[in-house]
């Protein structure tokens, strides 16, 4: 672990301590235990984006071709055979 130093105001402090006591763990573990949660809401956040970025892009591009719809595997499998 690594060890770091943060300012909490004396109000979350206090409520940090209480909450802590409650669940019977360190003080420590909680603000590892929400910063993990942090870290994820901000992956899931970041893969909400990505989904966004890529859905927008349907339909903006051209083949030329009409059945691509029905036809999507078999235009893949073209484009992967060697």
């Known amino acids: 672990m690594v060890r770091t130093q943060i300012q909490l105001t004396e ?4 409520q940090l301590k ?13 603000i590892r235990r929400a910063i993990d949660r942090a870290l994820v809401d ?3 956040a970041d893969e909400d984006e990505i989904r966004e ?3 927008s892009v349907g339909g903006m591009f051209h083949s030329g071709k009409h059945d691509i719809a029905t036809r999507h595997d078999d235009y ?7």
């Open 11 to 14: 109000q979350q402090n206090r």
């Open 18 to 30: 209480t909450l802590a006591h409650r669940k019977g763990i360190s003080m420590a573990e909680v």
């Open 42 to 44: 901000e992956i899931v």
């Open 53 to 55: 970025r890529a859905l």
């Open 76 to 82: 893949l499998a073209e484009a992967y055979l060697p």
